[in-house]
């Protein structure tokens, strides 16, 4: 046994030292283009638009007071309803009033019987006379009767027409349409119609249209001014220049207006402006009181390209793209930026809608790095919503 283990190990270095060498490692195959996707943008007639704080007010504001005193016997509308204009709002105690109707009938029906009196009297006249029945003083006494029965009659008639209109006045109406305030007075309560010492009853503000004001900086204001004089945008005075509002809760500008004027100065106190729009408002969703945004051209039409802010890389104050050079590899191509429009930002100089913009890869590509340009794929299309079952 002893004997035999020598011979075994023996024989296995033997065999060993027979084998073949191993084959070397292949060496690591060199690395090829890195693949990246690329966007190409195509030029969009696009204009500036500026943003302002706003407030939303009534074209027409009306305090609605009584026109004859007594006590109100009715109120005729809900607080917070829409009312047309010549709408009943209050009616007061009309029994008043037509009393003094009646007692002006009854003056209109004298004068009138004293007007037909004199009509016969001055009638004959021209006959007594020829007649020397009567003087040229009972003459002109005559046709000065008459003249005097004339206008007691118009003295009359007026002042029935003035007793008509009191009576009319003891339904107090709305002189404009829009929306009504909660009643300050109810059934009971006497009021004033008394010149300067009326009683105020509610009020009524106008819905459709609504005016917006802003106050414009004087620095924006005097740059549209340049602009409307140089003809790259409208005179509000001649043409409608188009705003946009946007109102608390609502995501997008969804209110189209018009400007209508500037004030005649800018205020020194504030460095501003006032402008006023007018907004459509049929459905009432503008309310008189509210603050809103409001926006309106700031440049005449343009063509720009638009590029999505996640693809603009900052060096110090540097902006810049990655773009595929005319040699298929990475290169940094500054820009210059304006403004944002419709979520995107407006590339002012840098970059010709023929330049190739590298969309993946921005955080490990280094520039001058070869690479293989593939179309950026469309956007997935949002899910459709699946029925309950």
């Given at each position: 046994?002893?004997?035999?283990?020598?011979?075994?190990?023996?024989?296995?270095?033997?065999l060993?030292?027979?084998?073949?060498?191993?084959?070397?490692a292949?060496?690591?195959?060199p690395r090829?283009?890195m693949?990246?996707?690329?966007?190409?943008?195509?030029?969009?007639?696009i204009?500036?638009?500026?943003?302002?704080s706003?407030?939303?007010?009534?074209?027409?504001?009306?305090?609605?007071?009584?026109?004859?005193?007594?006590?109100?016997?009715?109120?005729?509308?809900?607080s917070?309803?829409?009312?047309?204009?010549?709408?009943?709002?209050?009616?007061?105690?009309?029994?008043f009033?037509?009393?003094?109707?009646?007692?002006?009938?009854?003056?209109?029906?004298?004068?009138?019987?004293?007007?037909l009196?004199?009509?016969?009297?001055a009638?004959?006249?021209?006959s007594?006379?020829a007649?020397?029945?009567i003087?040229?003083?009972?003459?002109?006494?005559?046709?000065n009767?008459?003249a005097?029965?004339?206008?007691?009659?118009?003295?009359?008639?007026?002042?029935?027409?003035?007793a008509?209109?009191?009576?009319?006045?003891?339904?107090?109406r709305?002189?404009?349409?829009g929306?009504?305030?909660r009643?300050?007075q109810?059934p009971?309560?006497?009021?004033?119609?008394?010149?300067?010492?009326?009683?105020?009853?509610?009020s009524?503000?106008?819905?459709?249209?609504?005016?917006?004001?802003?106050?414009v900086?004087?620095?924006?204001?005097?740059?549209?001014?340049?602009l409307i004089?140089?003809?790259?945008?409208a005179?509000p005075?001649?043409?409608?220049?188009?705003?946009?509002?946007?109102?608390?809760?609502?995501?997008?500008?969804?209110?189209?207006g018009?400007?209508?004027?500037f004030?005649n100065?800018?205020?020194?106190?504030?460095?501003?402006?006032t402008?006023?729009?007018?907004?459509?408002?049929?459905?009432?969703?503008l309310?008189?009181g509210?603050?809103?945004?409001l926006r309106?051209?700031?440049?005449?039409?343009?063509?720009?390209?638009?590029?999505?802010?996640?693809?603009i890389?900052?060096?110090q104050?540097?902006?810049?793209?990655?773009?595929?050079?005319a040699?298929?590899?990475?290169?940094?191509?500054p820009?210059?930026?304006g403004?944002?429009?419709?979520?995107?930002?407006?590339?002012?100089?840098?970059?010709?809608?023929e330049?190739?913009?590298?969309t993946?890869g921005?955080?490990v590509?280094?520039?001058?790095?070869?690479?293989?340009?593939?179309p950026?794929?469309?956007?997935?299309?949002?899910?459709?919503?699946v029925?309950?079952?």
């Amino acid at each position: 046994m002893k004997l035999l283990l020598p011979a075994l190990a023996s024989a296995t270095l033997l065999l060993a030292s027979c084998q073949p060498p191993a084959a070397p490692a292949a060496a690591e195959a060199p690395r090829g283009p890195m693949p990246v996707t690329v966007l190409q943008l195509q030029p969009r007639q696009i204009a500036d638009w500026d943003e302002f704080s706003a407030r939303i007010e009534p074209t027409d504001s009306v305090e609605i007071r009584p026109r004859v005193t007594g006590y109100i016997n009715r109120v005729a509308f809900e607080s917070g309803q829409l009312v047309k204009a010549g709408d009943v709002l209050f009616e007061v105690d009309p029994r008043f009033e037509e009393a003094s109707l009646a007692v002006a009938d009854a003056a209109l029906a004298q004068a009138q019987a004293r007007l037909l009196s004199a009509a016969s009297e001055a009638k004959r006249v021209d006959s007594l006379l020829a007649a020397r029945a009567i003087s040229n003083e009972d003459a002109d006494t005559r046709r000065n009767a008459l003249a005097a029965a004339q206008a007691g009659v118009r003295s009359a008639d007026a002042s029935r027409n003035l007793a008509v209109l009191n009576l009319d006045f003891t339904k107090v109406r709305s002189p404009i349409s829009g929306r009504v305030s909660r009643a300050l007075q109810t059934p009971g309560n006497y009021v004033s119609g008394v010149a300067g010492f009326t009683t105020l009853l509610t009020s009524v503000v106008s819905v459709d249209p609504m005016h917006v004001y802003a106050s414009v900086d004087d620095a924006s204001y005097l740059r549209y001014a340049k602009l409307i004089r140089e003809k790259t945008l409208a005179d509000p005075t001649t043409k409608r220049v188009p705003v946009e509002l946007r109102i608390e809760g609502e995501d997008g500008w969804n209110h189209q207006g018009y400007i209508e004027s500037f004030d005649n100065r800018i205020d020194a106190a504030s460095g501003s402006i006032t402008l006023r729009a007018v907004f459509p408002n049929p459905d009432g969703s503008l309310v008189a009181g509210s603050f809103a945004g409001l926006r309106l051209p700031g440049s005449g039409s343009y063509q720009a390209l638009l590029i999505d802010e996640k693809y603009i890389g900052t060096n110090q104050d540097v902006k810049y793209l990655m773009v595929v050079s005319a040699t298929s590899t990475a290169e940094i191509r500054p820009v210059k930026l304006g403004r944002n429009f419709e979520g995107q930002r407006v590339i002012l100089s840098g970059l010709t809608p023929e330049d190739r913009i590298i969309t993946s890869g921005l955080q490990v590509l280094a520039p001058g790095a070869p690479v293989q340009a593939l179309p950026t794929p469309p956007p997935a299309a949002a899910p459709q919503p699946v029925a309950a079952q």
